[in-house]
T-cell receptor, first 113, second 115 residues
């Protein structure tokens, strides 16, 4: 149980384009999902908390207009990186919360050329 | 405020040897503590968690951790390391801001297992 999927697993895009990453809870419903960014050999940095049916809560320093989050259903949250630039290249990981436990997706590797 | 300190960014053990990964926490409320493992280019997998009750928690892959309130520690152990245990390990504590909760992670410990 508590399986979280992400799609795509990796994506390469041109600078200036937008990329959408999906996070799905496969066998449970999640009112709250989280989006993280991880730099090489570093820990996870929380970007935002995604709440079903309401606006996401962004961490300090994260541009909400650049990283658009939508949590339209209890099993799906999406992160859209708008007007991507090379510095947005990173490993993006989502999680879904069950009680006090977060279950993580496999991550999405984004490379912006 | 809650925080987590993982001592040792890199730990190397021989196959078959004891694994000990250290985690100390700071929390103003009774903590919920977690250990996650991350293999290269993958997400995080929950190894074990402590919420309430028994302080010795058993997880997957033979790992266990003991919550010691007096020492504010939640060290991860495994009696005998296997090559497949080589990965990055993260300790985390629940952090509360108002009614919202989120995880605060340690900086991670890379476990290397040698023959």
């Amino acid at each position: 149980g508590a399986v979280v999927s992400q799609h795509p697993s990796r994506v390469i895009c041109k600078s200036g384009t937008s990329v959408k990453i999906e996070c799905r809870s496969l066998d449970f419903q999640a009112t709250t999902m989280f989006w993280y960014r991880q730099f090489p050999k570093k820990s996870l940095m929380l970007m935002a908390t995604s709440n079903e049916g309401s606006k996401a809560t962004y961490e300090q320093g994260v541009e909400k207009d650049k990283f658009l989050i939508n949590h339209a259903s209890l099993t799906l949250s999406t992160l859209t990186v708008t007007s991507a630039h090379p510095e947005d290249s990173s490993f993006y990981i989502c999680s879904a919360r069950v009680g006090e436990t977060q279950y993580f997706g496999p991550g999405t590797r984004l490379l912006v050329l | 405020a809650q925080s987590v300190t993982q001592l040792g960014s890199h730990v190397s053990v021989s196959e078959g040897a004891l694994v000990l990964l250290r985690c100390n926490y700071s929390s103003s409320v009774p903590p919920y503590l977690f250990w996650y493992v991350q293999y290269p280019n993958q997400g995080l997998q929950l190894l074990l968690k402590y919420t309430t009750g028994a302080t010795l928690v058993k997880g997957i892959n033979g790992f266990e951790a003991e919550f010691k309130k007096s020492e504010t520690s939640f060290h991860l152990t495994k009696p005998s390391a296997h090559m497949s245990d080589a990965a990055e390990y993260f300790c985390a504590v629940n952090t509360y801001t108002g009614t919202a909760s989120k995880l605060t992670f340690g900086t991670g410990t890379r476990l290397q297992v040698t023959l």
